[in-house]
């Protein structure tokens, strides 16, 4: 006989939520999803009235679902934001061009405004060429350090306030176990927040922080959205890989596992004296920096000197070129300052005071700077 949803009692279940282990039917999937993800952002404060948002978008899954999602719970709850979806081309033949002719579509599905930035316009090398040059070992440390000021130069150029990333709950735990595993301190100490906004960055955030990968998936085929499924020519990651099957056997004997890790990395208290170093600006292009020369800048000067390993060593004393456009990154440190502000005080007590000054570089707020740690895609 036909089993009734366990929420509304009426309609037939056609799942079971990986999430919670219930059966339930299509729309009240549907409605749970959509309402923890609105949760997930009211609790988490993260956005105010007026913000102008950029969607991460790749033509994933996850960033499809994170739009479409995004503009529903706007459209609903009122949230009044301006949201735009902003994509990186890395030029990647066969990958990145027909995932993004995917995000094309989205964004005349979705009647979202679209800007693309390319690593060939901004960095002068695709990924294509970058692998040619460096082979196929090193080539996601590339990836992941220009995405990220791909990005915060994409969220410039729309003068954005913040910017949302499909993120989900099983990446933050592959991320917290990485760590872990790894002995990285500070990321573990970092890779948990919901929002990074640190000095020089444009704050970013992962409404689906909490969402499971499988639900994600089940949502994105029960809505019929037009997503792009397959994986980067390039995408070797082994350690990522390895952690996330030792999380996919985690989770096939104990679907709480993923909530499990998150609420376990979220208890950990990392002291101040293994915190990150105090962030200055790169000397050349201006972007946010711990070294006099910036990773993006250093990775560039070993890739136009022929020996790419130069960029992959800690030491920038043999930098001599101008490698990147210099960019004025005041106004990330402006907008990073304004959202840690209002998440330590609140929105409905807009912190006029000196509670939160710039002195502080994020120690003294929740949201330091930096990303999840995993480098590469993630
Ligand atoms: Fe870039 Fe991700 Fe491909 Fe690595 S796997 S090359 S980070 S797109
Ligand atoms: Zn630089």
């Known amino acids: 006989m036909p089993r009734q949803c366990d929420i509304c009692q009426r309609a037939r279940a056609i799942i079971r939520r ?207 959205l037009d997503y792009f499924s397959t994986e980067c020519t390039y995408s070797p990651n082994a350690y990522r890989g390895y952690a996330r099957q030792f999380l996919k056997d985690l989770e096939s004997v104990r679907p709480s596992a993923i909530i499990d890790i998150i609420h376990s990395g979220e208890a950990i208290k990392v002291s101040e004296e293994v915190q990150a170093q105090k962030p200055s600006s790169c000397e050349r292009c201006g972007y946010i920096s711990s070294n006099a020369v910036c990773k993006a800048c250093a990775l560039l000067e070993g890739l136009e000197r022929g020996i790419p390993k130069l960029g992959i060593s800690r030491s920038a004393k043999h930098f001599e070129r101008q490698a990147v456009e210099p960019v004025h990154f005041e106004r990330l440190r402006e907008k990073a300052h304004e959202m840690r502000r209002r998440r330590m005080c609140g929105d409905s007590n807009p912190c006029t005071t000196t509670s939160c000054d710039d002195s502080c570089h994020g120690t003294t707020c929740a949201c330091t700077t930096d990303d999840d740690g995993a480098g590469g895609c993630h």
């Open 18 to 224: 990986p999430k919670t282990g219930q059966r339930i039917c299509k729309e009240c999937f549907f409605h749970v999803f959509e309402t923890e993800v609105h949760h997930t952002i009211v609790d988490g404060r993260l956005f105010s009235p007026g913000d102008r948002v950029g969607i991460g978008a790749s033509g994933g899954k996850d960033s499809t679902v994170l739009a479409y999602v995004m503009k529903t719970l706007n459209e609903r709850y009122s949230y009044g934001l301006e949201l735009f979806l902003l994509s990186v081309d890395e030029g990647i033949a066969g990958y990145r061009d027909d995932s993004l002719e995917t995000v094309k579509r989205n964004k005349e599905q979705y009647g979202l405004p679209l800007m693309i930035v390319s690593y060939e316009q901004l960095y002068g090398w695709s990924m294509d060429s970058i692998v040619e040059a460096v082979g196929r070992k090193n080539n996601c440390t590339f990836c992941g350090v220009f995405r990220r000021q791909a990005l915060d130069r994409g969220a410039l150029m729309l003068d954005l306030d913040h910017i949302v990333t499909g993120h989900n709950a099983d990446d933050v735990a592959e991320t917290i176990l990485m760590n872990l595993l790894r002995g990285d301190i500070p990321r573990l100490g970092r890779c948990t927040e919901i929002t990074t906004a640190g000095d020089g960055y444009m704050g970013r955030s992962k409404p689906f922080k909490y969402a499971y990968e499988k639900e994600i998936v089940m949502y994105a085929y029960l809505k019929r």
